[in-house]
């Protein structure tokens, strides 16, 4: 609008085109606890928006407003630019937008592929499926193999290996693969890296950039600073129930970053 | 050093080193953690083999059909009581719900002269009835499946009581239709009574149920982690009360069986059923924390248990120490789940 022509837009501001998901001053309180007071987000396409924030900051609260686990007291979330409200997690993800909790939601003794496709599982063609309800093994299993290569996941290899056999960096694979399979708009991983070894954390945040490069955007809270500077485009700084400052990795450092969201700085 | 590059598949190279990182014993616990009938099917050949060579009468067709009689009505409580099992629950009152369903067939029949179909339809919503008391009670008012079944046992057993009056109607009395299930005919040297047909189409249409639809994996998935479940969208209570309930029609349903079997509508038979049922279901190689079984594991059990029961009674041995080798057994079996549990990767 008023940037000069020629002008390099400072990093932050760049034009990313409408935001998938928006949230427009969520307010949730707990009693006489704020959790949130009025919380605005946007998360644009193809972007890794981080959120980050001391204990207690609202960041748990901010992300189940927008996945239907909490039903926020005021304030109005966008999808696309229009209106939308989840009143239960099942209808933030019939909208497209896929949670992968820190307590993982696994089944341990099912397998790969019926945990990928758990909750949502597919039947055969024709009156097998229609009338007796069978389920199609073979297909979801192929499927499922597909959403985990499609990933670059390379440590998990047979589908019909049971979840408790993984160990915890391949567990958190399922997992995001269930939500990159079955997301169309938005990937919220709470605290995905914070379980696991160095060699796990970088599987996960490779998974995490192969999903912006997919197109899709990614909400990541984690309290790891170099995971966020590594994968982030955008951070969003939660202090106090409030967003104190949304910055980048280029503008900011993450001492910087810290200053913010302990208070030390006013951010912005 | 010579530079050959062998042709390798990877995936195959990474199992053959998975094989060779595995003790004996350990690919052994990975084996029945995924096949967890295997071991009640190894137990169940080899006492076949040991009872018949101690008292080859044992072998007989006739003993052998005898055996599947036997067991009939515990095999069919079972399928109800594994898929509760499953979901990391634990029914006390099967049998009760079964004999309560019984003695209301008799009661319809002897003092409501009610035509046998009628006797029987009802008979089974009243299973189905109870079912559904003890999952309301397990979904809706939270208490432990535990409790509630013991509470339901007490209960049913009492109301069967008062409506049997302690009386059981003769099976003259009852018609062709309710003593249709003890009626046999023979297969080859063997005679299979119609309960036995009964019994194994249960479990074929369970097995299905649990092994080819969505609704299987969720009640495995639910016992599995109910709250994972949840959030990936199962509706855990529906579950829950769908298992229960169809738990009581198929209690309902082994009335019929067990009036074929006994020969009347006794308020009296099959008490020890409640328990038995679930020493079926452990032997079988179900877990009793939920999420981990099979059908055919508990058809396996449940005949296991008839085996030693009929094997030690042939060789000589007393009652007292049959029953004390099933005990053996129950423990054996979730010392041997307990140990596949500990499966890793
Ligand atoms: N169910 C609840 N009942 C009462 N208060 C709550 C509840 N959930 C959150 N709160 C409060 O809301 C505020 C924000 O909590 P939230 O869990 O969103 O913080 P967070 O940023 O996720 O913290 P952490 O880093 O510790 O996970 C806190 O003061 C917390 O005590
Ligand atoms: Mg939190």
Avoid at chain 2, 203 to 220: E, I, K
Wanted: glycine share 12%.
């Amino acid at each position: 609008m008023s940037a000069p022509v020629g002008a390099t837009a400072p990093a932050g501001q760049v034009d990313r085109g409408a935001p998938v998901l928006r949230a427009e001053g969520l307010v949730k309180t707990y009693g006489r606890v704020v959790g949130l007071d009025g919380v605005d987000l946007e998360v644009h396409p193809g972007e890794v928006l981080a959120i980050i924030g001391d204990n207690g900051a609202g960041k748990s609260t901010l992300i189940k407003c927008l996945t239907g686990a909490v039903v926020p007291d005021r304030g109005q979330l966008y999808l696309d630019e229009r209106p939308i409200t989840f009143k239960r997690p099942q209808d933030a993800r019939d909208a497209g937008i896929e949670t992968v909790y820190q307590t993982l939601a696994v089944a341990p003794a099912l397998d790969i592929a019926s945990n990928i496709f758990l909750g949502r599982e597919q039947r055969r063609k024709g009156v097998l499926g229609s009338v007796f309800r069978m389920l199609d093994t073979a297909g979801m299993r192929a499927s499922a193999e597909e959403k985990v290569r499609a990933l670059g996941i390379q440590t998990i290899q047979n589908m019909t290996q049971t979840v408790e056999t993984l160990s915890g960096g391949q567990r958190q694979a399922v997992a995001v693969a269930r939500a990159a399979a079955f997301g169309s708009k938005v990937v919220v991983l709470d605290e995905p890296t914070a379980a696991l070894g160095v060699k796990e954390s970088g599987q996960v945040l490779r998974t995490i950039q192969e999903l912006r490069a997919s197109g899709l955007p990614v909400i990541l809270i984690s309290h790891n600073m170099p995971h966020v500077f590594e994968v982030a485009d955008r951070i969003h700084v939660q202090r106090l129930g409030r967003r104190a400052a949304v910055i980048t990795p280029q503008t900011h450092s993450m001492t910087e970053a810290v200053a913010i969201m302990t208070g030390a700085s006013p951010g912005r | 050093m010579t530079t050959t590059t062998a042709p390798s598949a990877p995936s195959s190279a990474a199992e053959e080193f998975e094989q060779r990182r595995r003790s004996p014993l350990q690919r052994l616990q990975l084996v029945l953690h995924r096949r967890p009938e295997l071991s009640p099917a190894a137990v169940l050949l080899v006492a076949v083999i040991i009872f018949g060579l101690i008292n080859e009468r044992f072998w007989q067709p006739a003993n052998l059909s005898l055996v599947l009689q036997q067991v009939a009505v515990v095999a069919a409580l079972a399928v109800g009581q594994t898929l509760i099992i499953l979901t990391a629950g634990i029914d006390l009152s099967v049998g009760a719900v079964m004999i309560l369903a019984t003695v209301v067939i008799g009661y319809l029949v002897s003092a409501r002269g009610a035509p046998g179909w009628l006797a029987l339809l009802v008979g089974i919503v009243v299973g189905t009835g109870a079912g559904l008391l003890n999952g309301f009670l397990v979904t809706r008012i939270r208490l432990p499946p535990f409790i509630v079944t013991l509470g339901t046992l007490n209960i049913l057993t009492a109301i069967a009581l008062l409506v049997s009056g302690g009386i059981s109607v003769p099976g003259s009395e009852l018609g062709g239709l309710l003593t249709f299930t003890g009626t046999s005919f023979p297969v080859g040297p063997f005679r299979v009574t119609t309960g036995v047909l009964v019994v194994l189409a249960l479990y074929a249409v369970v097995g299905f149920a649990l092994r080819q639809t969505a609704w299987g994996r969720h009640v495995y998935a639910v016992g599995d982690d109910a709250e994972a479940s949840r959030l990936a969208g199962i509706s855990v209570n529906r579950v829950l009360l769908s298992v229960y309930t169809i738990a009581g029609l198929i209690f309902g349903l082994t009335a019929w069986v067990l009036i074929g079997r006994a020969g009347s509508a006794s308020p009296n038979a099959g008490v020890e059923a409640n328990l038995d049922s679930i020493t079926a279901v452990v032997i079988g190689g179900t877990s009793l924390f939920g999420g981990r079984g099979s059908l055919l594991g508990t058809l396996l059990g449940a005949i296991t248990v008839g085996v030693f029961r009929n094997g030690l009674a042939l060789a000589g041995v007393d009652v007292l120490y049959q029953t004390l080798v099933v005990g053996v057994l129950v423990i054996a079996a979730v010392a041997v789940d307990q140990w596949i549990r500990r499966v890793k990767a």
